[in-house]
Each structure stands twice: as C-alpha cells, then as structure tokens.
C-alpha cells in the first residue's frame, strides 16, 4: 500500500517534509550559530500510597534514590534524542539540568538544556523530561501500576527565529506543591 502524502503539507509550515511531501531532515547548514535553550516538564501521577511511601524513605525504592536516578536517566535521554527522534540532528548539548518536585499528588519533572547551535533543543529538553519520568515509573512501578504519566510540555524557548513562553497557570493550579528541587 502506497503512502498517502497531504498536499497542503508543505505550505502549512511543516518543515520535515521536502517538495515531494515525503519525510526528510531539516538541512540546518545555512543557519547562524546561536545560543537556545529550552525548558520542559512532565508531571508523574501517583497514589497516596506510593507518594506517602516515598515520603518516609526519603525518595527511595528497593531499586534506589528514584529522584536522583531520574535525574541521571533525564540527562541521558536528553543527551540521546537524536537517536530516538528520527529528524533531530545531533546536538552536543553544552547543559542539561533537570528539577524534580514533589507536588500533590505526584511529581513534577523539569528539563532545561541549552547549546550553542544552528537548531533548536526543544525536543532535547522534552525528551530529557519524558524520561526521568519514566524512570520515575519504573522505580514505582513495583509498589503500584495506578501511575500516569502527564502534561509533558514546552514551558519555554529562546534562541532561533522565535522565543516561546508559555503563561504561568492560574494559582489554584499551583497550590500543593511541596518544592524540593534536585538538581546534579
């Protein structure tokens, strides 16, 4: 069965497909160098049991310091985009930090990565976000599989043809959280 390509693909600003509407790697050479960063989040739903569990060890799991290890498993994704993102170009990322909180009712994850560099690092900072929570699922899984995964977002970008800033939540949203950053 042939693929089916949308005529209208390339005039509605999808910049992955070339003149024949077939996928293809954005060529980035003719673009200025330039400082970006990009800041993203994913938010770890879990049951009052894992999240009362995790209060009394400190963040810890038969498994390990779950916060510390989705630390390094962010960084790593981070750092490994290009490999799972068919179209991402290599970035030699010169930060990553991610920030774990535990907030009500679960945890909110933070990526920020940054590089000097002809393309953006959105996907970077999403996929580094994405990943500390999965681990964060992995090293919970074995108390509960009632833990979802949520609102993983672009918070913010700068550098490139635009900046992106997304508008803070209302602060009934906000309420609940017990801040408690990790950072490397």
């Given amino acids: 069965m042939a693929a089916t390509h949308h005529p209208r693909a390339k ?9 024949g509407n077939r996928p293809a790697m954005v060529d980035v050479g003719d673009k200025a160098i330039t400082r970006r960063s990009a800041t993203a989040e994913a938010h770890v739903r879990l049951p009052r049991a894992i ?27 981070a750092k490994r ?14 930060n990553c930090a991610i920030e774990i909180e535990a907030v009500a009712g679960g945890i909110r994850i933070r990526c920020t990565a940054a590089v000097e560099h ?52 209302p602060a009934r949203q906000r309420r609940g959280s017990t801040r408690r950053p990790v950072r490397p």
Avoid: N, W
Avoid at 11 to 19: E, K, N, P, R, V
Avoid at 55 to 63: D, I, M, P, Q, Y
């Fill in 51 to 77: 999240v009362s569990a995790l209060r009394a060890t400190g963040h810890r799991t038969k498994k390990g310091p779950v916060f510390d290890t989705a630390v390094i498993a962010g960084v790593l994704g």
């Fill in 118 to 169: 002809r393309t953006g690092v959105e996907m970077e900072a999403l996929t580094g976000a994405t990943v500390a929570a999965l681990t964060v699922y992995d090293m919970c899984k074995a108390l509960s599989h009632d833990i979802e995964i949520t609102g993983v977002r672009l918070l913010a970008k700068t550098g490139g043809k635009r900046d992106f800033q997304r508008a803070s939540p």
């Fill in 81 to 94: 985009t290009s490999d799972l993102i068919p179209f991402c170009h290599p970035m030699p990322l010169d």
């Fill in 11 to 19: 005039s509605a600003g999808l910049t992955h497909l070339d003149a």
